[in-house]
C-alpha cells in the first residue's frame, strides 16, 4: 500500500511552485510525497543510454525532504522553497559530488556546495541530482557523447537544446519543479524555448558564481528554468539572495516594445515566424506597443564573434593544460572550439574587451526608450538528432541556434523566454530582453505577456 495513500495525489508535470507550496502548506501533500513523485518520473522517464540525470541524490533528497515534513507535523515556518525537488546542472558543486561539467575524466569531489546550492539548501529545496549537459556547456545543441543526449520530452526524435539539456528534460518530465542551469549564450533559454518552458537569465552581476564550472567569465549567468515566469522569479530570488515578493500586476497597455528588423528574423522558419506574428499580434490585442526598427548595435555583433570571440579565448585559459593531458578525451566538437581560443593574441583580447565596452552602452542608450526587446528565442524549431550527424550541419545549426539568445549575453542584458508554441506544433519561443539591472522589471512584463499569451 502507498504510505501516501490518505494523500491527495500530486501530479508534477504541470504544476507551479506556487500551487505546490499551497498545497503543501494546507497539507494535501508533503515533501516527502513531491519527492516520490519526482522520483518515480525518473525512474519511468529516463533513459541510461541517453540520461537526464548523470547523478541522482536520492539519499541525501530523501533526507532533505524528511527533514521538511518534520517541520511541516511542528508547525515551524519553512524556507521559500521548502520541500520542493529542484535539479541542478552538472557544474554546480555538491559537496562529495563530482563536478564534471559533461566530460568523462574530470573525477574530483567538490568540497563545498556552490554558493547558489547552499542558498538553495537554505531556502529548503530538495535537491535531486546533477543534470546532464553539453561538455563544458560549449555548445547550445545538447549533445553528449560520454552520456548520451536527452530526447526532447514534447518532439521525440528532436533535441532538447543546450547546453542545460538535461535541467530543461527533467522540469518537462515532471522529474523536478525547477533546475538551475547556467546561460553563456543562450544554454538556460534555449532548452527551455525547445521544451516549452520558461528560463530566465538574468543581469550576469545578479547571481554570484562561486562553486560553478566556467565556460566565459566575461558571459556566463546562473538562472532557472521552470514552468512559469512567478515559478522563475521565485527560484531567482533565491539565487540572488533575496526575499520574493510577489509581482504588482502589470498592464501591458502603453508598454513600448521593440523588434529588431535586422539580425534577429534572419533565417527565422516558417513555423517559428509564424508563432512570433501571432505572439506580436496577442501583444497588442493586450495593449502593447510595438515597434519594429532596426537596431544598428546587432550588426556590429559578430565582430565580438570573430575566431571564437570570448567563449574561446576565456575556455582556452581555463583549459589549456587539461587539453594537453586529457585532450583524447574530450567530445572532439567541443575541443576544436576552445581550441580556436589559443589563436587569439592578448591584443585581440584587450580589442575584444574595448569593442564590447562600447557596444554594450549603445546598446543601453537604445533601449532607453523601449521597455524591452522582442525576438524569437530560436529561429527554428528543434532539429532533429539525425539532422547533427555531420560536423558541418552541426556547426551551422548550432550557430544559428545560439544566435538569438547571445545578444543578451555579448551586450550584457537580462532576458527571459516565454513558450509561444500552439498545443500540438512543435515548441517555440518568445524571447523578451531587457536593460542590464531591470530584471524585476522584466519579470513583471513577462507575467503579463505570459498572460496575454493564454487569452
Known amino acids: 500500500m502507498n504510505q501516501w495513500s490518505g494523500q491527495v495525489p500530486v501530479d508534477l508535470s504541470a504544476a507551479t511552485l506556487s500551487s505546490l507550496l499551497d498545497g503543501m502548506q494546507q497539507k494535501k501533500w508533503y515533501a516527502s510525497q513531491l519527492l516520490e513523485a519526482c522520483l518515480d518520473n525518473i525512474d519511468q ?12 541524490f536520492d539519499r541525501t533528497a530523501k533526507a532533505e525532504a524528511a527533514a521538511i515534513d518534520a517541520l511541516q507535523n511542528g508547525q515551524v515556518p519553512l524556507g521559500e522553497l521548502a ?17 564534471h561539467s559533461g566530460s568523462k575524466w574530470w573525477n574530483q569531489p567538490a568540497r563545498s556546495d ?8 537554505r531556502a529548503g529545496a530538495v535537491i535531486t541530482g546533477h543534470t546532464n549537459m553539453t561538455e563544458f556547456a560549449y555548445s547550445g545543441l545538447g549533445l553528449n557523447p560520454h552520456y548520451g543526449t536527452p530526447a526532447n520530452p514534447l518532439a521525440p526524435g528532436r533535441i532538447s537544446g543546450g547546453s542545460s539539456s538535461g535541467a530543461a528534460s527533467a522540469v518537462a518530465h515532471g522529474m523536478a519543479v525547477a533546475a538551475i542551469g547556467s546561460d553563456t549564450g543562450g544554454s538556460v533559454r534555449i532548452p ?7 528560463g530566465f537569465k538574468p543581469s550576469q552581476q545578479r547571481i554570484p558564481r562561486d562553486g560553478s564550472f566556467p565556460l566565459s567569465d566575461s558571459l556566463d549567468s546562473i538562472g532557472p528554468i521552470a514552468r512559469s515566469v512567478e515559478c522563475c522569479a521565485r527560484v531567482d530570488a533565491v539565487l540572488a539572495g533575496q526575499c520574493w515578493q510577489p509581482q504588482a500586476p502589470v498592464d501591458l497597455r502603453g508598454r513600448r516594445f521593440v523588434v529588431p528588423t535586422n539580425y534577429m528574423l534572419d533565417g527565422v522558419s516558417p513555423a517559428v515566424a509564424e ?19 532596426p537596431a544598428p548595435v546587432l550588426d556590429a555583433l559578430p565582430e565580438l564573434l570573430e575566431g571564437g570571440g570570448f567563449t ?3 575556455s582556452y585559459h581555463i ?7 586529457h585532450g583524447d578525451d574530450y567530445d572532439p566538437r567541443v575541443r576544436s572550439r576552445i581550441e580556436r581560443g589559443a589563436a587569439i593574441s592578448a591584443a585581440d583580447y584587450l580589442e575584444l574587451l574595448r569593442r564590447r565596452a562600447n557596444r554594450k552602452r549603445q546598446a543601453d542608450e537604445w533601449l532607453a526608450s523601449y521597455d524591452g526587446l522582442l525576438a524569437p528565442t530560436v529561429p527554428v524549431e528543434p532539429p532533429l538528432l539525425t539532422d547533427l550527424e555531420s560536423d558541418e550541419e552541426y556547426a551551422r545549426l548550432n550557430l544559428l541556434i545560439l544566435r538569438n539568445p547571445t545578444v543578451a ?7 527571459i523566454t516565454l513558450p509561444n508554441h500552439r498545443p500540438g506544433d512543435l515548441p517555440s519561443g518568445l524571447m523578451l530582453v531587457g536593460r542590464n539591472g531591470a530584471d524585476s522589471a522584466l519579470l513583471g512584463a513577462a507575467q503579463a505577456m505570459e498572460k496575454a499569451l493564454k487569452q
Not at 45 to 56: F, M, Q, S
Not at 114 to 121: C, E, F, G, Q, T
Not at 319 to 325: A, I, N, P, V, Y
Not at 409 to 415: F, I, P, Q, W, Y
Request: glycine fraction near 6%; include cysteine; proline fraction near 2%.
Open 83 to 99: 520541500g520542493l525537488p529542484i535539479a541542478l546542472k552538472v557544474l554546480f558543486d555538491v559537496a562529495g559530488e563530482v563536478t
Open 114 to 121: 556552490a554558493l547558489v546550492v547552499s542558498r538553495l539548501r
Open 192 to 198: 527551455a524555448a525547445l521544451c516549452g518552458l520558461v
Open 312 to 314: 574561446a579565448a576565456e
Open 409 to 415: 549575453n555579448l551586450l550584457d542584458l537580462c532576458a
Open 275 to 293: 508563432a512570433f506574428t501571432r505572439s506580436l499580434r496577442m501583444l497588442r490585442d493586450g495593449g502593447a506597443h510595438i515597434e519594429e526598427a
Open 45 to 56: 522517464h529516463d533513459d541510461p543510454a541517453n540520461r537526464v540525470y548523470t547523478a541522482r
Open 319 to 325: 583549459h589549456r593544460e587539461w587539453l594537453q593531458q
